[in-house]
């Protein structure tokens, strides 16, 4: 439930920023809602840290808390700029929205960067679930992370690397 609402916060914050910046001009307001964004991801680690600190056992829910961190870190600020040039380009007259290319080398180059913040996600996710396996409870209380979550990102992360790898093999349009 935590992470729900750590989900929809994100996007609340980000639209509640970029609408103060560019609807109502209140450039310190918005600010402050967009540094909340992050914020968002430390309440989450927080709570994770806490509940598995009372004695709980990790479940699938304590690993989606720790991939939805790492994929936040390593996407968030994509993320935003996306959102800030569309809201940019819709209500305040901005250039038209950065859309990756369709072909050709820096097609290949957008693949596998995006690919690369894939395995950073995952890195990150792995890193804050061995913090939480060894420094918040025991390895004996957090199979479901090091033996339910970690593979699975293991697989996306092979999974994710088919477009790269598509895209490098495809002839140049």
């Avoid at 479940?59 to 936040?72: D, E, I, P, R, V």
């Avoid at 959102?83 to 007259?93: G, I, K, L, P, S």
């Amino acid at each position: 439930m935590v992470i729900g609402a750590c989900e929809i916060g994100f996007w609340v914050f980000l639209a509640a920023g970029l609408a103060t910046r560019y609807l109502l001009r209140w450039r310190t307001v918005s600010k402050v809602l967009l540094i909340c964004v992050p914020l968002v991801d430390v309440v989450l680690l927080v709570v994770t840290v806490i509940d598995l600190g009372k004695g709980a056992e990790a479940s699938f829910t304590h690993g989606l808390a720790a991939a939805y961190l790492g994929f936040s870190v390593a996407f968030g600020h994509s993320m935003m700029r996306w959102a800030d040039q569309r809201f940019a380009h819709r209500f305040a007259n901005g250039p038209a929205p950065w859309k990756p290319p369709k072909s050709g080398p820096e097609r290949v180059r957008h693949e596998w960067r995006e690919w690369g913040k894939c395995v950073l996600a995952c890195g990150i996710a792995c890193a804050v679930m061995a913090v939480l396996i060894f420094m918040v409870s025991t390895p004996q209380h957090t199979t479901a992370l090091w033996q339910g979550m970690m593979p699975k990102l293991a697989l996306i992360t092979g999974i994710w690397l088919l477009w790269p790898l598509t895209t490098s093999r495809k002839p140049a349009a």
